[in-house]
């Protein structure tokens, strides 16, 4: 089955305490990217990767890192947590960029205390 | 500055009556916009893609227009089913010097009732 798998679904950490968000596609998509969804703001983009090593910034980019060593796997790394990362995060692939359609996870609740 | 504008930002209709949500954009360069459906809690599904030269496009009993010149989309859904209760994202798609930017709308929250 074509998906987008993220891991773990649900987390609840502290503020400085390293954390990686996987995901994972199989439908050999060029393009990933991460989007955090908060109440009220709508989804915002983190970062995206048009490529295998090919990475850049989002709207929103502050206090994540992501690395893109492989074509189906684009993890989301938080360094050191804040209260203010707690959100709703999900990853998505399409094809390339442009006008083709984009599949997305089922989403990460992350709660940072 | 690229936004996207939707309305309204809640909508309560009954099952079986229509219901349009709209979509303005000042985003530049266009390239395409999109509309996803997002059942609460879940990642959101693409429902329709249209590029400049596309007016109208339909899936099922969703239909998404575009207009180039006013900058403006609507979605038209028919004949709504409780299943229908949802958000509906409007996103734009940029041309810029990276490839391309997605700018999101906030999203319409339709609740269908019986």
């Known amino acids: 089955e074509a998906q987008v798998t993220q891991n773990p679904r649900y987390l609840i950490t502290v503020t400085g305490k390293k954390l990686t968000v996987t995901c994972s596609q199989n439908?050999?998509?060029?393009?990933m990217s991460w989007y955090r969804q908060d109440p009220g703001l709508g989804l915002r983009q983190i970062y995206y990767?048009?490529?295998?090593?090919?990475?850049d910034k989002g709207d929103v980019p502050e206090g994540y890192k992501v690395s893109r060593k492989e074509k189906r796997n684009f993890p989301l790394i938080l360094e050191s947590p804040s209260p203010n990362q707690t959100s709703l995060y999900f990853c998505a692939s399409s094809l390339f960029a442009g006008a083709y359609e984009q599949y997305f996870g089922p989403g990460t609740r992350l709660t940072v205390t | 500055k690229n936004q996207v504008e939707q309305s309204p930002q809640s909508l309560i209709i009954l099952e079986g009556k229509n219901c349009t949500l709209q979509c303005n954009y000042t985003v530049s360069p266009f390239s395409n916009l999109r509309w996803y459906k997002q059942d609460t809690g879940r990642g959101p599904v693409s429902l329709t893609i249209?590029?400049?030269?596309?007016n109208t496009k339909s899936n099922g009993r969703y239909t998404a227009t575009l207009d180039a010149d006013t900058k403006q989309s609507s979605l038209h859904i028919t004949a709504s089913q409780l299943s229908d209760s949802a958000s509906y994202i409007c996103v734009v798609s940029a041309r810029n010097q990276a490839g391309t930017a997605l700018i999101f709308g906030k999203g319409t929250t339709l609740s269908v009732s019986s």
């Open positions: 249209m590029t400049f030269s596309e």
């Open positions: 439908m050999n998509h060029e393009y």
């Open positions: 990767s048009m490529n295998v090593e090919v990475t």
